[in-house]
C-alpha cells in the first residue's frame, strides 16, 4: 500500500470570536474564552486579549498557535521601536508595523484575524482590522473569528445608522453579540472577557457565557 501524505491533516484550532467597537474617546474589545480542536475543548480560560500598552490591545481570532506567535513577534518589534526612537509607540504607528509584519508572512501567513483598537493621537477610539496579508482598515466597529460573519450584520443594525455609542451602550453591545455567538457557534464559548480602553487605561469586565 502507497503511503499518501497529503491525506495527513494537522488538527485545526480554532479560538472562537472577538470585536471592538469604538467611541469619541474609548474602544470595547470583547472575546470568549474557550480554544477548541473540531469537537475538544483544549481551554476555558484562554483569552485573546494582548495589552500592547495601557491603551492599546490587539485582539486574536484564529490558529491558537499563529496568534501567540503573531503577538509575541509584535511585542518584539514594539520593543526595538521604544529603544530606538525613546518614546512610546502610537496606536497609528503599531497598526503600520501589525501591517508589516503580516506582510513580511505574505507567501505563509499567520492563519488569524487580529484586530488593534486603542486610543489615537487625538484621543479618540480607533480600531483596525487586518486581511491575512496586513492590508490594514480602520473602522468604528469589528467582529472576527469562527462567529465574526454573523456578528457583523447585528453591530451593523446597533451601531452603523445611529449616533456615535456611549460607552455603556458598547459595553451592553459586545456583551449580547457574544453571548448569541455562544447560543450559535459550537467555538464560541466559556467567558466573556472585555476590555474598555480609555486614556486613563485598560478596565476589565468579565461574564460568563451561557451555553444553554
Known amino acids: 500500500m502507497t503511503f499518501q501524505a497529503h491525506n495527513i491533516k494537522p488538527p485545526n484550532i480554532y479560538e472562537g470570536t472577538v470585536l471592538a467597537i469604538a467611541g469619541k474617546d474609548f474602544v470595547v474589545m470583547g472575546c470568549d474564552t474557550g480554544v477548541c480542536s473540531d469537537c475538544a475543548i483544549l481551554s476555558r480560560t484562554q483569552t485573546k486579549l494582548c495589552p500592547m500598552s495601557d491603551q492599546m490591545v490587539v485582539a486574536t481570532a484564529g490558529c491558537w498557535s499563529d496568534a501567540v506567535a503573531l503577538t509575541n513577534q509584535l511585542k518584539m518589534e514594539q520593543q526595538l521601536y521604544e529603544r530606538e526612537h525613546f518614546k512610546s ?124
Open 89 to 212: 509607540m502610537s496606536i497609528e504607528s503599531m497598526a503600520q508595523m501589525l501591517s508589516v509584519v503580516q506582510y513580511q508572512r505574505r507567501h505563509l501567513p499567520y492563519d488569524v484575524c487580529p484586530i488593534l483598537g486603542g486610543i489615537d493621537q487625538d484621543g479618540q477610539g480607533a480600531v483596525y482590522f487586518y486581511d491575512c496579508i496586513g492590508l490594514l482598515q480602520r473602522e468604528g466597529y469589528r467582529a472576527e473569528g469562527s462567529a465574526g460573519a454573523m456578528l457583523l450584520p447585528v453591530l451593523d443594525s446597533q451601531i452603523g445608522c445611529h449616533e456615535p455609542v456611549t460607552k455603556e451602550r458598547a459595553l451592553s453591545i459586545a456583551k449580547d453579540a457574544l453571548t448569541m455567538a455562544a447560543r450559535s457557534d459550537q467555538y464560541t464559548g466559556e467567558w466573556v472577557i472585555l476590555n474598555i480602553i480609555t486614556k486613563d487605561g485598560i478596565e476589565l469586565h468579565q461574564m460568563e457565557l451561557s451555553q444553554n
